[in-house]
């Protein structure tokens, strides 16, 4: 759950612009949509949010501090490929966010501990549909069932955003509207900011509560070079999405709401997830 | 139909692995038998009962001399020396392959050195080693290491390099240090591939092997050709050089095994 603000961020490479002037403000627990043709910077544009490339000018700050400059656990990515680690089995996919962060030195947990992240691990797999499947290697599942896994290896760490790179470009369309309602859950039970980029419209208008276009102003051949792309549209959807926050207190009794019988702690299928300090 | 299209069966692909051997062997034994028919003693091509008494003679028989098994002896002298020299190759391979991978500045440190001493070759040092570090074991060690080590070292951080990029960032936004992106991506994942790499250097680091015995030592393989060459003792020769063939083939195909049966997952990711 974090805010995130571009603040008048330029991109360039050498003389050549990629992109000029972006500024925008995130909400958090927004789900921001990032649209727009190929080569406009979209993707240049997460991997500075990701850490992996600086802005040239301008700045990032997330909940007002200036973003690091390397990727780190704050920040969790689903990539279209290359998202899971093959030499894993699905089980220890997920749990390497843990063992990661508990065992500074050997990357790896024993015992109790290990019991304990193996079990959070196992629930995880049982919400995004991946039950079953815990001691398979990757290569054994399905493009869908990977990008699952995806989603369930960078939650498990407890990222405050999260950020997705055409996740499900890949995908059939009917495992892609699976996936969608998982995202969707995903985004309602955790505390995420998620930002996505895509060129599939109608997945962005499905999921988004805003879609951002990017677009270069100027394209003439000799204008290429020196104008990149910015934002050309700024969508806020309608009618308003936004994701349903559970009270920390309290949770209504059962059926006396409808988000509260959606997302009933303890139901089957609820993502019952412990908020990161 | 098209040779392209014809796909040989269980059976016939039997028969044509068979069949260059066969041929090869045909081929001598009709040489031998027409030389030994021209001359009896003559020593070139020797006939199968000559060479499996030479056989008896170096592998069952207790040699007078050395109060040992000659064959034995020299394959354990010739194997405990492949064997350390590889042991040091591939450690130090792993450990410096996965640091010049994973890390720009060690690459840029010592990757144009690596490349370099690469192709330094290798037999030209030999007089080299002699000089400083004797006529014993380490220098043999040492020639069979300098050999393998740059080459290897350099295929591995290549292949370290070639690990997706997005592993190496996701790696990070699950919060590993580099400490633990080299042990629990990059090391895990460059063993199957250390393998390979080390098949490739088993042909020279054989050839280091025998040549090194061949020019000053006093037991292995590559001496004992070397010694009986004096007497044109091809007897001898023959049947050591198919075994140091097997030899040869038989850890090539340990390491294939090895690789299969250790690391399960990697095959499906070559045959992306």
Request: with cysteine; charged share 20%; proline share 7%.
């Amino acid at each position: 759950m974090s805010a995130i603000r571009f603040d008048d961020v330029w991109k360039e490479y050498g003389d050549h612009i990629v992109l000029e002037r972006i500024t925008m403000e995130v909400e958090p627990r927004a789900f921001i949509a990032l649209v727009g043709p190929s080569g406009c910077g979209k993707t240049t544009l997460l991997r500075m949010l990701l850490g992996e490339e600086q802005p040239t000018r301008g700045q990032i700050l997330v909940d007002g501090k200036p973003l690091p400059g390397e990727p780190d656990a704050d920040r969790g990515v689903v990539f279209q490929r290359y998202s899971v680690f093959p030499h894993l089995t699905v089980l220890q996919n997920v749990m390497l966010g843990r063992e990661l962060r508990d065992a500074r030195f050997t990357g790896r947990l024993f015992g109790a501990a290990r019991r304990a992240a193996a079990d959070e691990a196992m629930k995880l797999l049982a919400e995004v549909g991946l039950a079953g499947q815990e001691s398979k290697y990757p290569s054994a599942l399905s493009g869908g069932m990977q990008q699952r896994l995806a989603l369930a290896q960078a939650i498990m760490r407890g990222p405050k955003i999260l950020l997705l790179d055409e996740p499900f470009g890949a995908l059939d369309p009917g495992i892609r509207a699976d996936i969608h309602l998982l995202m969707k859950r995903l985004w309602n039970e955790t505390h995420l900011t998620v930002v996505m980029v895509t060129h599939d419209l109608s997945e962005a208008f499905g999921l988004a509560t805003r879609v951002i276009a990017l677009e270069r102003q100027r394209n003439r051949p000799e204008e290429r070079e020196r104008y990149g792309a910015t934002i050309s549209r700024d969508l806020e959807i309608f009618p308003r999405r936004s994701a349903e926050l559970r009270s920390p207190v309290q949770p209504a009794p059962i059926g006396t709401t409808r988000s509260g019988k959606e997302h009933q702690p303890g139901r089957p299928g609820a993502l019952v997830l412990k908020e990161q300090p | 139909m098209r040779l392209v299209n014809i796909r040989p069966g269980r059976q016939t692909r039997f028969y044509l692995l068979a069949l260059p051997f066969l041929l090869v062997a045909i081929a001598y034994f009709v040489g031998s038998g027409a030389r030994l028919a021209q001359n009896p003693n003559d020593k070139l091509l020797p006939a199968l009962p000559s060479m499996v008494q030479a056989v008896k003679q170096m592998a069952f028989e207790v040699d007078p001399r050395t109060g040992g098994y000659l064959m034995a002896s020299d394959t354990v002298a010739s194997l405990g020396r492949l064997g350390s020299a590889l042991a040091i190759s591939t450690v130090a391979a792993l450990v410096l392959g996965i640091v010049i991978g994973l890390l720009p500045g060690a690459n840029a440190l010592l990757g144009p050195f690596v490349s370099v001493t690469s192709m330094v070759p290798p037999l030209a040092l030999l007089p080299i080693l002699f000089i400083v570090m004797g006529l014993g074991e380490n220098s043999k060690i040492a020639l069979i290491v300098i050999g393998t080590l740059p080459c290897m070292i350099r295929d591995l951080a290549m292949k370290v390099q070639e690990l997706p990029r997005e592993q190496i960032v996701k790696a990070q936004t699950l919060g590993a240090s580099t400490w633990q992106i080299a042990l629990r991506i990059a090391m895990p994942q460059t063993l199957p591939r250390l393998i390979d790499v080390l098949r490739l250097q088993l042909g020279p680091a054989w050839l280091f092997l025998i040549a090194a015995e061949a020019i000053a030592s006093d037991s292995g393989l590559g001496y004992r050709i070397f010694l009986v060459r004096r007497y044109l003792a091809m007897d001898v020769i023959i049947p050591y050089v198919a075994w140091i063939t097997l030899l040869a083939f038989l850890i090539d195909v340990g390491l294939r095994v090895l690789q299969r049966k250790a690391f399960p997952w990697f095959a499906s990711v070559r045959a992306e």
